[in-house]
């Protein structure tokens, strides 16, 4: 029911209302500390039968001969339909400041017919980065997140049983060349782009160290000058700055998923004055088709004679409902539970009100 969801949200805010101040870590991403994207193509082994068809997967049969020439098994001209084994890509993300020798989690999936990775151990794999160097090898046995089951007639899938991850199955063999140390100024991006955030931040970074080390560049960007803050590298600056706490300003927003119902409605949405109606007309038909046949022993054949039932229902919706300008969220929500009708109906009121200019707020669709 809708008025279960807005009570939620109700209660939700004002939790989040008081815990305003947010730390600037979680607001900004810091220049040059930044993780790069790893991919690699390898074989899994070890599958109970859900593996690849060889005829429908022929970039597996070709991984598996060269991998076992690579370790002195010449299998040139030989058919073979092995069950067992699944060619997938395999993708990490190579954290900022790794060393070599350190490990990272990697997530394997299959990109042939194989219908699940479960129980599978996945082959040594090279992990590339968007240069073509190798930088981290995986290897380890795959936990996938799903289930498979089926029968002579039926099958049953739970999840995604052809997709899983190796929790530090992936060990880190070449650094990412950055002296960190030689920074003469870090930009701190804003991952919501503000002018009010980025002005707040300077000023309290500003505010902090007592002199001016601090001068926002644009909505989502703070440069903090490295040498006018005294220390001794732009690691002991952003280690001092991280934890200091800000109050962001966002934009007002809602969200609806109409998949699923849900309506996130953000703490500076506000509602003008509006008067709405809302109603359901619903449409059926139905097909009934009769057979008949001839009487015993009667010349004659049997037809089908069709049969339609068609019918218009129109429930009696709200009435027109008046929706009295909101000045706080807890007020927009109480003129919306007013309406009493279901989520569904709830996002096709937000959409006819924000058309008509009496919604003060971003609307987000997914």
């Known amino acids: 029911m809708i008025w279960r969801l807005m009570l939620l949200m109700a209660l939700i805010w004002p939790s989040l209302a008081a815990a305003e101040d947010i730390r600037l870590k979680d607001l900004v991403e810091f220049d040059g500390v930044r993780g790069n994207d790893l991919v690699g193509y390898g074989l899994v082994v070890g599958l109970n039968g859900t593996g ?10 070709e991984i598996m001969s060269n991998l076992l020439e690579r370790l002195g098994v010449n299998v040139a001209g030989e058919a073979y339909r092995p069950k067992n ?16 020798g350190g490990r990272i989690d990697v997530t394997v999936s299959a990109i042939g017919d194989s219908s ?3 129980g599978g151990t996945l082959i040594m794999t090279p992990l590339n980065g968007a240069d073509g160097q190798i930088y981290a090898v995986a290897q380890g046995t795959i936990i996938a997140g799903g289930i498979s089951a089926e029968g002579e007639a039926a099958r049953v899938v739970q999840g995604v049983p052809t997709a899983g991850v190796i929790p530090s199955g992936a060990r880190v063999e070449r650094e990412v060349e950055f002296d960190f140390t030689t920074l003469q100024s870090v930009r ?73 119902g849900t309506i996130v409605i953000g703490e500076d949405v506000r509602i003008s ?3 709405v109606a809302q109603g359901n007309l619903t449409l059926r038909i139905e097909e009934a088709p009769m057979v008949v046949q001839p009487n015993p022993f009667a010349e004659g054949e049997t037809m089908v004679v069709p049969r ?24 927009l929500v109480a003129g919306l539970n007013a309406l009493g009708v279901a989520p569904n109906d709830m996002i096709d009121i937000l959409k006819s009100i924000k058309a008509a200019g009496a919604l003060h707020a971003e609307f987000v669709v997914n």
């Not at 220390?231 to 609806?256: D, F, K, Y």
């Open 52 to 61: 690849d068809g060889i005829r429908n997967a022929p970039f597996t049969e």
């Open 85 to 100: 084994v699944a060619a997938v890509f395999v993708t990490g993300t190579l954290p900022p400041f790794a060393r070599a």
């Open 116 to 118: 699940s990775l479960l």
């Open 188 to 260: 701190l991006a804003l991952r919501s782009p503000d002018f009010s955030t980025a002005a707040r931040i300077e000023d309290v970074l500003n505010r902090e160290f007592g002199r001016r080390i601090a001068a926002m560049l644009d909505a989502g960007t703070v440069e903090v000058n490295i040498d006018a803050a005294g220390m001794r590298s732009p690691a002991h600056v952003i280690g001092r700055i991280e934890n200091l706490t800000i109050t962001p300003q966002a934009r007002a927003r809602v969200v609806v998923d109409q998949r699923s």
């Open 273 to 275: 004055r509006v008067a």
């Open 308 to 331: 339609t039932n068609a019918n218009i229902d129109q429930d009696p919706g709200t009435g027109l409902a008046e929706v009295s300008g909101g000045t706080s969220l807890s007020e």
